[in-house]
């Protein structure tokens, strides 16, 4: 029998609104059904005491919902919450507590972050510090079979969320969020990430948890930012879904990859956020990349005090720039490139007219020769940064649509240095597979320069070379 999903509610900054936000709730419970849950981040409670807190407080009225919401974010209302470790404020309001981790009887596994970042010595109640962080994550990831928790709740947006993502309007999220709390979403990956606090809507594009073909695949997170209840501005506070426990929920449909799904936001270049797991950065390349023989044995690394670690008896000597062998016809370095060929310095690229055929037709093209040839030619989603898929000087074969989609292989060896040739210049495509082979295009140095001279010259207007 399949698991039922529970159907729970979150929402923004309540400011002691209550009553609009339960009549909210019981008008959407009556339209569509009882909902199990609802989950309040941001600031539950007003700057200035409230008498419609009194009437829920007595009992006068009573939450249509069972209702869980986070700490206070100023000194203002600290004093609606007595006990660090949570308690009940009300018939049907719960207060979470400071920090913790919250597991219902259906499995469901929410995590809570009350309060705002603060790096003071002394934190103040409505605050949390780096290490109320850190114990957060050591509470949870010391489990071996940690793969992530169901719901995080903050009140603070989570430092640079909006990297690779759509745009989050007027919130600079360079700027605004807590670098905590972005450190925390890195090691917890949450299924659902909820905050407040900013009086904006903003549902994010899901990001993934993991690299693209060099981890296992990991489920996606949503975050969502909710607006202040009752705002004039009618932006959305409230947000309805619905949620398996991932526990209960089988492997390969928990890992499954929504169609929009992004990068991971905290992960710049490889590298998470600062109290994020940090990636060493790695070692500086040649200035030269050969992609022609790659059978060749890489030599060890040597460490700077000689030769497998033992001192060396002679000064070090200051590195010489590398030196590129003559064979490398790309490298503007080599002795032997012909650089009257060279229209723009920048990525190696073929420019190729291809205004009369589909773009479907140019995938179908590439897939299909790479199977042809038994090359594995991956389809990676349309907002991989490709810089977190190969690493700095690993050896691939990329290919990018005009829709987005892009394929990708990562090059090992034996792999044919025309292949992207062959297939543009295949009958699927331009219909010239006489120039499949450039030995077969070689024409005089003096045409050459002249097509060179004019290609140059119609490129002009995009090459961002040229930018200031």
């Given amino acids: 029998m399949a698991q039922k999903p529970l159907r729970l509610l979150a929402c923004g900054d309540v400011e002691g609104k209550f009553d609009v936000l339960f009549n909210r709730v019981r008008a959407i419970q009556k339209k569509s059904g009882n909902f199990d849950l609802l989950l309040c981040v941001g600031n539950f409670f007003g700057s ?10 007595t009992g006068i009225k009573k939450a249509p919902i069972q209702t869980y919401v986070l700490g206070a974010n100023s000194k203002e209302t600290v004093e609606y919450f007595q006990d660090a470790d949570g308690c009940e404020l009300a018939e049907n309001i719960t207060y979470l507590g400071r920090k913790g981790v919250f597991t219902g009887t259906s499995g469901l596994q929410i995590v809570y972050l009350s309060g705002t970042e603060s790096l003071n010595e002394l934190v103040p109640g409505y605050s949390f510090s780096p290490k109320d962080v850190s114990s957060l994550r050591t509470m949870l990831c010391s489990a071996s079979q940690f793969k992530g928790v169901d719901i995080l709740l903050t009140s603070p947006w989570p430092k640079d ?107 710049k270049s490889g590298k998470d956020t600062t109290i994020g797991k940090q990636t060493p950065a790695p070692e500086e390349e040649s200035a030269c990349q050969f992609f022609f023989d790659l059978n060749e044995k890489q030599g060890r690394k040597r460490s700077s005090t000689g030769r497998d670690g033992k001192s060396s008896p002679h000064p070090k000597q200051p590195c010489k720039p590398p030196q590129p062998p003559g064979s490398c016809w790309f490298c503007l370095a080599s002795p032997e490139v012909e650089k009257h060929l060279v229209v723009s310095v920048g990525t190696h690229v073929i420019p190729v007219p291809l205004s009369c055929c589909a773009t479907d037709d140019i995938k179908d093209a590439f897939i299909s020769q790479a199977q042809e040839q038994q090359i594995e030619l991956l389809e990676i989603p349309e907002h991989s940064d490709i810089k977190q898929i190969a690493q700095p000087g690993a050896a691939y074969f990329y290919v990018e649509l005009d ?28 219909n010239i597979p006489d120039k499949s082979d450039w030995r077969q295009c070689q024409i005089s140095k003096e045409e050459e320069e002249t097509l060179a001279r004019r290609f140059r010259k119609d490129f002009e207007p995009f090459d961002f070379t040229l930018d200031n």
């Fill in 48 to 57: 200035t005491p409230s008498a419609e807190w009194e009437e829920y407080k």
């Fill in 161 to 267: 969320v909006g990297n690779f993502g759509n745009s989050s309007g007027e919130v600079d999220t360079k700027k605004c969020g807590s670098a905590l709390v972005s450190s925390l979403a890195v090691v917890l990956k949450p299924r659902y990430h909820f905050a407040a606090l900013e009086k904006t809507y903003y549902e994010r594009l899901p990001y993934r948890n993991h690299i693209v073909l060099q981890e296992n695949a990991q489920h996606a997170t949503r975050f969502i930012a909710l607006a202040n209840v009752g705002n004039p501005d009618k932006k959305k506070y409230l947000y309805a879904f619905s949620i398996i426990p991932m526990k209960l929920m089988d492997a390969a449909e928990l890992v499954k990859q929504p169609p929009d799904v992004t990068e991971n936001p905290y992960r």
């Fill in 403 to 430: 829709t987005g989609e892009k394929l990708f292989h990562r090059i090992k060896k034996n792999f044919p240095l025309q292949f992207g040739r062959e297939v543009l210049a295949s009958e699927a495509i331009l």
